[in-house]
C-alpha cells in the first residue's frame, strides 16, 4: 500500500467516518500487517453482530501489544474503530503518547492540570500537526497565570481538524481565534475571556454549551460579571445550550444569578436574536414560563427549543411562529411532603416491609436523568403502582438501580425481602 493510497484513505475516512469506509481502511492496514487493520476489523464486527469472548480476547491482546507502556495510562478505554476517541491525561504523559504510533490517531484529548502543565502540554502539542485531532478539552481547578497567549496561538495551525473546544474550571485562555472550531463548551464563566472583550472572537463557533458554575449553580455563584453586562462575542453563533444550569434544590424557581433569572439574562443578549436552536433546563412555575415566553417572542429565527429536563410543574402549552418543541415528562414521583413510609405488601412473606419513602423521592431529581431506560421505566411503574400493585421484579430493579442511595431507611431490607420471596410473575402491593 503506497502512503499516497493510505492518504486517500485515510482523506476519505476524514469526509465520512462511517463503518464501510472503516472497512475499507481496515483491509488496507491488514493487507500491510498493520495491526490498526485488524483492530478495526474487530470493533467493526462487534458493532454489527455482537461481543463474544473470543473476540474480546483477541482485541485486549491486539491492544496491549500496539500500545505496550501506554497500555499504563488507561488510554486503551478510549480506542475505538482504530482511533483513540477521547484520552484523558495527566499533561506530563502527553509527551509518551505524542511520541508512540498511537498519537497519529487521536481524535478526543482531555488535558487536566494547572496553568502552566497545561501550557506545557500545547506546545508539545504544538509542535506537531494533529490532522485526527477533533476536540481538545482542558480542566484546571487551580488558580494560576492564564496561559501565555503565543502559546495557545501556535496550536491553531497544529490542530487543523479542531471542531470542539472545551474548558472546565478557573481562567485559563484570553483568546484562541480558532477558525475551525464549531463548538465551545464551558463550565465556568470566566474560563475563557475570549467570548468577552475587544479581542478575536472565536469567528466559526456556531455552539455555545456553558455552565455558569461548576457544581450545578451554588448558593453563591462565581459568574463572571462580565456575562451579566456584555454582549457575548460569537458572531457565527446558532445554538445556545443552557441546559446545565439547574438549581441546587429542585424545588427551587428559576435560577437567579446576580439578581436576574436565566431568562432575563437570555433576554438581554442581543445574539438572541441570530439563534435558531435553544437547549435550557426544566421550568418550574409559571413566572418561568411567562418570562422564557416573552424571550421567545423576541428570537424570530428559531427552529427549535428543547427543555432538557422534566420538573413535578407541568409545562402548559409553548407558542412561536415557527420553533418546535421537545418538553422532557414530568417527573413522575409525588411531591416532597408527601406520605412519609411506603409500605409492601409481599406475597408469602410473613409481615408487609416498610421503607421511608421521603429518601427515595429526594434522591430521584440528582439521579433520573443519568438512569437507563429499563431503570426509568421501572421507576415510572413505581410511582404510578402507589395504591396498586407493580411485578416484584420492576420494583426490584428500580431499587437496585440506586444502589447505595437506598441503603437506609428500610430499602436495604426491603430489597433483601424481594429477593428472598421472589417467584415468576409475583407482584406486590405498594400503599401509603
Same mark, same amino acid.
Given at each position: 500500500?503506497?502512503?499516497?493510497?493510505?492518504?486517500?484513505?485515510?482523506?476519505?475516512?476524514?469526509?465520512?467516518?462511517?463503518?464501510?469506509?472503516?472497512?475499507?481502511?481496515?483491509?488496507?492496514?491488514?493487507?500491510?500487517?498493520?495491526?490498526?487493520?485488524?483492530?478495526?476489523? =474487530? !470493533?467493526?464486527?462487534? +458493532?454489527? /453482530?455482537?461481543?463474544? *469472548? $473470543?473476540?474480546?480476547?483477541? @482485541?485486549? &491482546? %491486539?491492544?496491549?501489544?500496539?500500545?505496550?507502556?501506554?497500555?499504563?495510562?488507561?488510554?486503551?478505554?478510549?480506542?475505538?474503530?482504530?482511533?483513540?476517541?477521547?484520552?484523558?491525561?495527566?499533561?506530563?504523559?502527553?509527551?509518551?503518547?505524542?511520541?508512540?504510533?498511537?498519537?497519529?490517531?487521536?481524535?478526543?484529548?482531555?488535558?487536566?492540570?494547572?496553568?502552566?502543565?497545561?501550557?506545557?502540554?500545547?506546545?508539545?502539542?504544538?509542535?506537531?500537526?494533529?490532522?485526527?485531532?477533533?476536540?481538545?478539552?482542558?480542566?484546571?481547578?487551580?488558580?494560576?497565570?492564564? =496561559? !501565555?497567549?503565543?502559546? +495557545?496561538? /501556535?496550536?491553531?495551525? *497544529? $490542530?487543523?481538524?479542531?471542531? @470542539?473546544? &472545551? %474548558?472546565?474550571?478557573?481562567?485559563?485562555?484570553?483568546?484562541?481565534?480558532?477558525?475551525?472550531?464549531?463548538?465551545?463548551?464551558?463550565?465556568?464563566?470566566?474560563?475563557?475571556?475570549?467570548?468577552?472583550?475587544?479581542?478575536?472572537?472565536?469567528?466559526?463557533?456556531?455552539?455555545?454549551?456553558?455552565?455558569?458554575?461548576?457544581?450545578?449553580?451554588?448558593?453563591?455563584?462565581?459568574?463572571?460579571?462580565?456575562?451579566?453586562?456584555?454582549?457575548?462575542?460569537?458572531?457565527?453563533?446558532?445554538?445556545?445550550?443552557?441546559?446545565?444550569?439547574?438549581?441546587?434544590?429542585?424545588?427551587?424557581?428559576?435560577?437567579?444569578?446576580?439578581?436576574?433569572?436565566?431568562?432575563?439574562?437570555?433576554?438581554?443578549?442581543?445574539?438572541?436574536?441570530?439563534?435558531?436552536?435553544?437547549?435550557?433546563?426544566?421550568?418550574?412555575?409559571?413566572?418561568?414560563?411567562?418570562?422564557?415566553?416573552?424571550?421567545?417572542?423576541?428570537?424570530?429565527?428559531?427552529?427549535?427549543?428543547?427543555?432538557?429536563?422534566?420538573?413535578?410543574?407541568?409545562?402548559?402549552?409553548?407558542?412561536?411562529?415557527?420553533?418546535?418543541?421537545?418538553?422532557?415528562?414530568?417527573?413522575?414521583?409525588?411531591?416532597?411532603?408527601?406520605?412519609?413510609?411506603?409500605?409492601?405488601?409481599?406475597?408469602?412473606?410473613?409481615?408487609?416491609?416498610?421503607?421511608?419513602?421521603?429518601?427515595?423521592?429526594?434522591?430521584?431529581?440528582?439521579?433520573?436523568?443519568?438512569?437507563?431506560?429499563?431503570?426509568?421505566?421501572?421507576?415510572?411503574?413505581?410511582?404510578?403502582?402507589?395504591?396498586?400493585?407493580?411485578?416484584?421484579?420492576?420494583?426490584?430493579?428500580?431499587?437496585?438501580?440506586?444502589?447505595?442511595?437506598?441503603?437506609?431507611?428500610?430499602?436495604?431490607?426491603?430489597?433483601?425481602?424481594?429477593?428472598?420471596?421472589?417467584?415468576?410473575?409475583?407482584?406486590?402491593?405498594?400503599?401509603?
Amino acid at each position: 500500500m503506497t502512503s499516497s493510497a493510505t492518504e486517500q484513505l485515510e482523506g476519505a475516512l476524514a469526509q465520512s467516518f462511517d463503518h464501510a469506509t472503516l472497512a475499507v481502511y481496515a483491509d488496507h492496514l491488514q493487507a500491510q500487517g498493520d495491526v490498526r487493520g485488524e483492530l478495526i476489523a =474487530i !470493533d467493526l464486527e462487534i +458493532a454489527q /453482530r455482537g461481543t463474544t *469472548a $473470543t473476540l474480546l480476547t483477541r @482485541r485486549s &491482546e %491486539l491492544l496491549h501489544t500496539w500500545l505496550g507502556r501506554l497500555v499504563a495510562f488507561d488510554v486503551a478505554d478510549s480506542f475505538r474503530f482504530g482511533f483513540l476517541e477521547r484520552v484523558e491525561l495527566r499533561p506530563e504523559y502527553l509527551a509518551a503518547l505524542l511520541a508512540h504510533p498511537a498519537g497519529r490517531y487521536v481524535r478526543g484529548l482531555a488535558l487536566r492540570g494547572s496553568n502552566r502543565e497545561l501550557e506545557a502540554a500545547l506546545a508539545a502539542l504544538a509542535a506537531g500537526t494533529h490532522a485526527w485531532l477533533a476536540t481538545l478539552a482542558l480542566r484546571n481547578w487551580n488558580d494560576d497565570a492564564l =496561559i !501565555d497567549i503565543a502559546v +495557545a496561538a /501556535r496550536i491553531i495551525p *497544529a $490542530t487543523p481538524a479542531l471542531a @470542539r473546544l &472545551e %474548558l472546565r474550571g478557573v481562567p485559563m485562555l484570553d483568546e484562541l481565534p480558532h477558525p475551525h472550531v464549531r463548538e465551545l463548551a464551558l463550565t465556568g464563566t470566566n474560563t475563557f475571556n475570549g467570548i468577552y472583550g475587544d479581542g478575536p472572537p472565536l469567528p466559526g463557533a456556531r455552539v455555545l454549551d456553558i455552565a455558569f458554575d461548576e457544581d450545578a449553580i451554588a448558593e453563591e455563584p462565581t459568574v463572571d460579571r462580565r456575562l451579566m453586562v456584555s454582549e457575548l462575542r460569537l458572531p457565527a453563533l446558532t445554538a445556545l445550550d443552557l441546559s446545565r444550569n439547574e438549581p441546587l434544590d429542585p424545588e427551587d424557581g428559576s435560577f437567579i444569578v446576580r439578581g436576574q433569572s436565566l431568562w432575563s439574562f437570555l433576554g438581554h443578549q442581543e445574539l438572541r436574536r441570530q439563534l435558531t436552536h435553544l437547549k435550557l433546563p426544566a421550568l418550574r412555575n409559571d413566572h418561568d414560563t411567562a418570562e422564557l415566553m416573552d424571550v421567545l417572542a423576541s428570537m424570530p429565527l428559531l427552529e427549535h427549543v428543547e427543555l432538557a429536563r422534566g420538573h413535578s410543574y407541568e409545562v402548559p402549552t409553548l407558542y412561536h411562529a415557527r420553533a418546535q418543541f421537545t418538553i422532557a415528562s414530568p417527573w413522575p414521583w409525588p411531591a416532597r411532603g408527601a406520605a412519609e413510609h411506603l409500605r409492601v405488601t409481599i406475597p408469602g412473606a410473613r409481615a408487609p416491609e416498610q421503607a421511608q419513602l421521603h429518601i427515595a423521592i429526594a434522591a430521584m431529581p440528582d439521579v433520573w436523568a443519568h438512569l437507563p431506560d429499563d431503570a426509568r421505566a421501572a421507576w415510572t411503574a413505581v410511582w404510578g403502582a402507589l395504591g396498586g400493585t407493580v411485578p416484584l421484579d420492576t420494583l426490584l430493579l428500580a431499587i437496585e438501580a440506586l444502589g447505595e442511595r437506598l441503603d437506609e431507611g428500610g430499602w436495604r431490607e426491603l430489597r433483601e425481602a424481594l429477593i428472598d420471596h421472589r417467584v415468576p410473575g409475583a407482584r406486590v402491593e405498594l400503599t401509603t
